[in-house]
């Protein structure tokens, strides 16, 4: 059985690459420290770039987060 990781408002938290989180299940703003891409489906198809997110951050309210071009940091913002 596999098991998607909650990631939590409010704090920083490491993702690792192509590797599906779960986003809290709200409207929230994404600080990365590299590109990420968000979905409404865990198997990410289609999935959208969630532009800003690695410079200024970015509001979403998609319910899966992943990074495909390595492993990051990502914070969860409560908007």
């Given amino acids: 059985m596999a098991y998607t990781t909650l990631l939590s408002i409010g704090y920083a938290q490491p993702i690792l690459q192509n590797i599906v989180y779960a986003l809290p299940a709200r409207v ?3 600080q990365a420290d590299a590109a990420v891409e968000v979905s ?3 198997a990410f198809s ?3 770039a969630l532009t800003n997110a690695d410079t200024v951050g970015a ?7 992943r990074c495909t071009g390595g492993n990051t940091v990502v914070t969860v913002i409560p908007v």
């Fill in 59 to 65: 509001e979403t309210s998609a319910r899966f987060i």
């Fill in 28 to 30: 929230c703003r994404v």
């Fill in 40 to 42: 409404n489906v865990v």
């Fill in 46 to 48: 289609p999935a959208d």
